[in-house]
């Protein structure tokens, strides 16, 4: 394998190790969990994604220059294909996330559905259906108690969630 090869392997692998410490913190960061990451860190990882994007930009242009000037390079021509590929999928991710919105409310629970590991509340005349760690199943109650819950939920689908957060008076 050949310097360029290796390169183009090394930094490969570096994007991918920071797309999955960006993908842990955000999972830990739903459920409030700053014990391996600060909030400070999390707050600078966010970058991630953004800063992901614009270096494939960047790299897919250099690319596709370089294998304009060098007509009979295919590697060149796989590589740009490949990083067209990858930032149409960072770009994708992003959308998704933007469309990701967060409430917190006080309202009680519904019902509890174990075998779909989910829950149901009223929120504003509505019910909608968020799923629930097993754990905190069995420590809920569908009994009229209030809860403070913060939840998750896509703009296209404000129906379905995801807890994040349920706390007791």
């Known amino acids: 394998m050949n310097d360029r090869r290796k390169n183009i392997v090394i930094i490969f ?38 800063l992901s994007i614009i270096a494939t930009i960047i790299w897919m242009l250099l690319t596709i220059s370089k294998s304009m000037k060098e007509k009979g390079e295919k590697s060149n021509r796989f590589l740009s294909l490949i990083l067209l590929a990858l930032c149409v999928m960072q770009i994708v991710f992003v959308k998704d996330q933007n469309q990701i919105w967060n409430i ?38 569908a009994d009229g108690t209030d809860y403070l819950i913060t939840y998750e939920w896509k703009k296209s689908d404000p129906e379905h969630g995801k807890l994040c957060m349920i706390q007791s008076d």
């Not at 917190?104 to 019910?127: A, L, P």
Request: charged share 15%; glycine share 4%; hydrophobic share 45%.
């Open 13 to 50: 692998l570096v994007a991918l190790l920071l797309w999955l410490v960006y993908l842990s913190d955000n999972e830990m960061s739903r459920y409030g969990i700053y014990t391996i990451f600060s909030y400070n860190v999390h707050e600078f990882l966010g970058l991630i994604p953004f």
């Open 104 to 141: 917190t409310c006080v309202t009680s629970v519904k019902s509890i559905q174990e075998n779909k590991m989910e829950i149901t509340i009223n929120q504003n005349g509505r019910d909608i259906a968020l799923e629930c760690p097993m754990l905190v199943l069995k420590m809920i109650k």
